[in-house]
């Protein structure tokens, strides 16, 4: 098991905000895991170390002492290839993983009013958990996809790929990828918001899918 410490957001600059996952899920054999939460953060760890298997195991650096929860005294694991579902909703399925999970539950909560959202944190990108991103897909019928990592050769781009194999007769319209810009992460923080994710551009992708 590697531990690896990765993502944007801290003004880092290009050297020390890379989200390189999709390097490593091109990789058979390989698992690869992204936490979002202090809970799955320990759960993850102990699975990725008990594995037989070489787990990738990245941890974001923005969550660093930023999110924090009750974790159980007692022993747990968090599933290595299962995904969360963190929200339910009916409207709309966003999915995706690591920092940009929080961005995604505050738009869905700010726009309840508006869209019934359902949020799927992958938590594993490989293997992915395709059974619980399809039963979403089919019953909200629109995907939004949303990682911190470039738009092109993005994990997205595989999911998006597949809904589409697997959904297109369930889907109500086109399968939407919002992710970092094709460029290198600036270290300017106003640069730097610019080019990655934030929560305005994820609420506006929301509402322009869901008027589709």
């Known amino acids: 098991m590697i531990r690896g410490p990765s993502g ?16 490593f899920c091109h990789v058979p054999g390989l698992k690869v895991v992204a936490p979002a939460t202090a809970y799955d953060a320990k759960g993850l760890l102990k699975s990725a170390i008990r594995d037989d298997d070489p787990v990738i195991y990245f941890e974001h650096k923005f969550l660093y002492r930023r999110i924090k929860e009750e974790i159980p005294a007692e022993e747990y694991l968090v599933p290595i290839g299962k995904a969360a579902l963190r929200k339910e909703g009916r409207d709309l399925t966003v999915i995706t993983y ?65 809904i589409a194999q697997d959904c297109f007769e369930e889907l109500d319209g086109p399968v939407v990828r919002l992710a970092a810009r094709d460029v290198h992460t600036p270290f300017a923080p106003a640069m730097e918001d610019y080019v990655l994710p934030n929560q305005e551009k994820i609420t506006e992708a929301i509402r322009k899918l869901a008027a589709y």
């Open 8 to 23: 944007g957001g801290v003004h880092g600059g290009l050297y020390h905000s890379q989200n390189p996952e999709a390097w």
């Open 98 to 162: 690591g920092a940009p999970v929080h961005a995604v539950m505050k738009a869905a909560r700010d726009m309840a009013a508006e869209v019934d959202i359902e949020v799927i944190d992958l938590r594993t990108l490989l293997p992915i958990d395709w059974a619980t991103v399809k039963g979403s897909v089919r019953k909200t019928g629109k995907v939004l996809i949303v990682h911190e990592a470039r738009l092109t050769g993005g994990i997205g781009g595989e999911v998006a790929a597949r």
